[in-house]
């Protein structure tokens, strides 16, 4: 069973778009949402995280916005640069639970 | 302040052979996980350990695989007999705590042919 979902599988976008990423999630006890940013050959970076007391957090270019009603969240990229072509992964825990639970990520691909 | 050390970054095996990953999380952290992670998809937790606990390894194949961490600091992931199936990376990550998300190594690729 997959918790996390992510979707689309992959997204090509123009630089200077603003790409979209979206999230959702089956366990109402998941309370915490770290994105990651992948490169091909290296380990995931942390790039952003929500915890669910909020419904937006902004950090540069990226945004994450969260529905908790609808267990979806989002994230944005806008003003999209050929650097940020990566893999994205969402990942979810709960509150007191160190056990991270990953989606199966978003390639974006950012065209010049 | 140097970040998760793993090693080697690449192995090919035979089936049947053995492999050792190590890795070294970031001092002072006391949570460590070890991930699998397919070509193309995304990582899946074998076990993590709270100092030198296990606290969870309902997914690792315990036939075949086996993680230590002794001291609470450095940790080994061990592939007894390796199978084609365990072609993947294989990702070390640590974390402080109160601090949710972990922090990842480079990892290490490993082809079983």
């Known amino acids: 069973q997959q918790q996390v979902r992510q979707s689309p599988q992959s997204l090509t976008v123009w630089e200077g778009e603003t790409a979209i990423l979206n999230c959702s999630y089956e366990?109402?006890?998941?309370?915490?949402f770290p994105w990651y940013q992948q490169f091909p050959g290296e380990g995931p970076a942390l790039l952003i995280s929500i915890s669910s007391v909020s419904d937006k957090k902004e950090d540069g270019r990226f945004t994450i916005f969260f529905n908790k009603r609808e267990k979806k969240l989002s994230l944005h990229i806008t003003d999209s640069q050929p650097g940020d072509s990566a893999t994205y992964f969402c990942?979810?825990?709960?509150?007191?639970?160190?056990?991270?639970?990953f989606g199966a990520g978003t390639k974006l691909t950012i065209k010049p | 302040e140097a970040g998760v050390t793993q090693s080697p970054r690449y192995a090919v095996l035979q089936e049947g052979q053995a492999v050792s990953f190590w890795c070294d999380p970031i001092s002072g952290h006391d949570t460590l996980y070890w991930y699998q992670q397919p070509r193309d998809q995304g990582p899946q937790l074998l076990v993590y350990?709270?100092?030198?606990?296990?606290?969870?390894n309902s997914q690792l194949p315990s036939d075949r695989f086996s993680a230590v961490r002794p001291k609470g600091t450095n940790s080994t992931l061990k592939i007894q007999s390796a199978k084609q199936g365990d072609t993947a990376t294989y990702l070390c990550a640590s974390s402080l705590g109160t601090a949710r998300a972990p922090l990842f190594g480079e990892g290490t690729r490993l082809s079983v042919l």
């Open positions: 366990d109402s006890t998941f309370n915490y």
């Open positions: 350990f709270r100092d030198e606990a296990v606290i969870d």
């Open positions: 990942a979810a825990s709960d509150y007191g639970n160190e056990k991270i639970t």
